[in-house]
């Protein structure tokens, strides 16, 4: 069974602050993605990392995906307050259907 | 932007009773699924679809589970007698081809009375 572990699950900081969000698994996957959730919303997409090693910038979010492709890191530089939200890892299973397996979340909170 | 529609947001039913959830995927999309949250808990898989059949489904997608496509442009999950476990925020997505991203729609929270 595929399954991908995300820390911390819960992460308080002040605005400014630079954090760093992992998803782990044992098992290797095609590909990573990343969503943000916000309340009574369904998951949207931040980023697609396919390449062992490959590192993805969007503004002062940054993405990596592991040399063997069983883990991703999301590190955020300078947090604000709009970046408050739930982050989800999510990865293609192996059957090859598009079946996503999501992460449990970090639930991230950025105090002014 | 083209983005999925669900509807309704908010479903509130009395255990036994069949629902049907709607989903509008985007128009171009080839590949649907459906996903759900209870609350507090991770997103689980419950459905692929493609092709106008089912290509997956989870251990949660048993008999009382049903989706289908009846034109081109709905995608329904219909629940046949719930139960107070079905409970759960229901989500559809879709995507262009199977490993490319899924966008997700705003999803129907279900509660189960």
């Known amino acids: 069974t595929q399954l991908l572990e995300q820390s911390p699950q819960f992460l308080s900081i002040q605005e400014g602050e630079n954090l760093t969000v992992y998803c782990n698994s044992s098992?290797?996957?095609?590909?990573l993605q990343w969503y943000r959730q916000e309340p009574g919303e369904g998951p949207v997409l931040l980023v697609t990392?396919?390449?062992?090693?490959e590192v993805k910038k969007l503004k002062r979010l940054t993405f990596q995906f592991g040399d063997a492709r069983k883990d991703s890191s999301l590190h955020i530089t300078a947090a604000q307050p709009g970046d408050t939200g739930l982050y989800l890892c999510?990865?293609?299973?192996?059957?090859?259907?598009?079946?996503?397996?999501f992460g449990q979340g970090t639930t991230l909170q950025v105090k002014p | 932007e083209p983005e999925v529609t669900q509807t309704p947001s908010h479903q509130v039913t009395q255990m036994g009773q069949e629902v049907i959830l709607r989903c509008v995927p985007i128009?171009?999309?080839?590949?649907f699924y459906w996903y759900r949250q209870i609350l507090g808990q991770k997103v689980e898989f419950l459905v692929s679809?493609?092709?106008?059949?089912?290509?997956?489904k989870s251990e949660i997608f048993d008999d009382q589970f049903s989706v289908e496509r009846p034109d081109g442009s709905n995608f329904t999950l219909k629940i046949r007698s719930t139960k107070l476990e079905d409970s759960a925020m229901y989500f559809c997505?879709?995507?262009?081809?199977?490993?490319?991203?899924?966008?997700f729609g705003d999803g129907t929270r279900l509660s189960i009375l």
């Open positions: 997505a879709s995507s262009g081809e199977g490993d490319q991203p899924q966008h």
């Open positions: 098992s290797v996957f095609s590909s």
């Open positions: 990392v396919v390449t062992g090693g």
């Open positions: 999510a990865g293609h299973g192996s059957s090859n259907t598009g079946k996503l397996i």
């Open positions: 128009s171009n999309h080839l590949y």
């Open positions: 679809f493609y092709n106008n059949e089912i290509s997956e």
